[in-house]
């Protein structure tokens, strides 16, 4: 065994942890987790890309075919879909498309800063 296919067997079992550390108090305790929906889309995310790295590993020790490494690359671009959805489910609150962009400041009712204190 390389030391490359060695590193990549410890960041698999790393992500592999992860995902278990995520997804565990979002199963055990999803009453008490704020942004459920997100958490979990990103536990999907995660999981995706420890699949993906698992049978790329699995590949490159010619357990299986190299075939096998184009599913791999589905996973991956599963895992970034995922955590784009995961990321608007976050920011939807937050962001606003409608409205005037323009925000009025009266700069009158200001005191202090760096400009004043000369």
């Known amino acids: 065994m390389t030391p ?12 592999v942890a992860l995902c278990v550390a995520f997804a565990y108090p979002l199963l055990t305790y999803s009453h008490n987790v704020l942004y459920r929906e997100g958490v979990l889309l990103f536990t999907v995310a995660l999981a995706c890309l420890s699949a993906g790295a698992l049978l790329e590993l699995l590949v490159d020790v010619r357990v299986f075919d190299v075939t096998l490494r184009v599913l791999a690359y589905v996973f991956y671009a599963a895992s970034g879909a995922v955590s784009v959805a995961a990321t608007w489910r976050f920011a939807r609150e937050f962001i606003d498309f409608g409205g005037d ?6 700069s009158d009712e200001y005191v202090g800063g760096f400009e004043n204190e000369r």
């Open 4 to 15: 490359e296919i060695a590193l990549w067997g410890v960041a698999v079992v790393a992500l």
């Open 101 to 106: 962009a323009h925000v009025d400041v009266e």
